[in-house]
C-alpha cells in the first residue's frame, strides 16, 4: 500500500530564505507525481507534474525533484516571499488494481514572515 | 473554460439528514475525482469515474455513499443519513486521462458541517 509522507509538517521562514520541502513515498512504482498549493478553505492548485520518467521540473520559483529509486521527492522555493504562505501537498500516482488514482502526504504548513 | 466548479460551497446539516453535492469537471475531461479532506489532513481518495464508470471506490466509502456521473459530465456525491465524523472538506477534481501522467485540476471543495 502507497504511504506518502511530507516533512516538516510545519515551516515558518523570514522572507527571502530560499527553502526546501519534502516528499516521501513507500512505493516506487509510481507514474508521476504531483505538487500542490493550498491555502486555507480552499481547494488545490497544482503547481508543478514530474513524469516518472523525468527528474525535475521549474516554474518561476519553484524547482521540483524525483528520486524514484530512493522514494523521494523535493520542493525547492527560492527567495521566498509572504505570498507562498500555505500548504504544499504532493501526491503520486501509480497503478492500483488496474485503476489510477493519486495518494496524498499530510502537507507541509509554510508561513513566510514579512 | 473556467475550471473545475463545486456546488455548494457550504453545507451546514443536521445528524440524519442527506445532502446531495454536484461537481462540474472541465469539460474535455474524461477522468473524474471525489477526495475527503479534514482539518490538517491530505485529501483521502473517495471515488473516480473515467467518463461515466466508476472505476474504483475506497473502503471510506460507506454504503451511505454514492456517487453517479451520468453521461461522463457533471458528477454528484450523495450522502445518506448523515453523521458527525462526515464532516469535512469534498473536494473534486477532474483529468484528462492517459497512462497515469495526467495533471490533476481541483474545484474549490464543498465544506460539509453536521450538527
Known amino acids: 500500500k502507497q504511504e506518502v509522507t511530507q516533512i516538516p509538517a510545519a515551516l515558518s521562514v523570514p522572507e527571502g530564505e530560499n527553502l526546501v520541502l519534502n516528499c516521501s513515498f513507500t512505493?516506487?512504482?509510481?507514474?508521476?507525481l504531483q505538487w500542490f498549493r493550498q491555502d486555507p478553505g480552499k481547494g488545490l492548485t497544482s503547481l508543478l507534474l514530474i513524469q516518472s520518467s523525468q527528474r525535475e521540473q521549474t516554474s518561476g520559483r519553484l524547482n521540483a525533484s524525483l528520486d524514484k529509486s530512493s522514494g523521494r521527492s523535493t520542493l525547492y522555493i527560492a527567495a521566498s516571499q509572504p505570498g507562498d504562505s500555505a500548504t504544499y501537498l504532493c501526491?503520486?500516482?501509480?497503478?492500483?488494481?488496474?485503476?489510477?488514482?493519486?495518494?496524498f502526504g499530510t502537507g507541509t504548513r509554510l508561513k513566510v514572515l514579512a | 473554460d473556467t475550471g473545475v466548479s463545486q456546488d455548494p460551497r457550504h453545507k451546514i446539516t443536521k445528524r440524519g439528514q442527506n445532502v446531495t453535492f454536484r461537481c462540474d469537471p472541465i469539460s474535455e475531461h474524461n477522468r473524474l475525482y471525489w477526495y475527503r479532506q479534514t482539518l490538517g489532513q491530505g485529501p483521502e481518495f473517495l471515488t473516480y469515474?473515467?467518463?461515466?464508470?466508476?472505476?474504483?471506490k475506497s473502503r471510506l466509502l460507506s454504503d451511505r455513499f454514492s456517487a453517479e456521473r451520468p453521461k461522463g459530465s457533471f458528477s454528484t456525491l450523495e450522502i445518506q443519513r448523515t453523521e458527525q465524523g462526515d464532516s469535512a472538506m469534498y473536494l473534486c477534481?477532474?483529468?484528462?486521462?492517459?497512462?497515469?501522467?495526467?495533471?490533476?485540476?481541483f474545484g474549490s471543495g464543498t465544506q460539509l458541517s453536521v450538527l
Open positions: 469515474f473515467q467518463n461515466e464508470a466508476q472505476l474504483e
Open positions: 477534481a477532474s483529468s484528462l486521462g492517459g497512462q497515469g501522467s495526467e495533471k490533476l485540476f
Open positions: 501526491a503520486v500516482i501509480g497503478r492500483t488494481s488496474g485503476t489510477y488514482k493519486y495518494i
Open positions: 512505493d516506487s512504482a509510481i507514474y508521476n
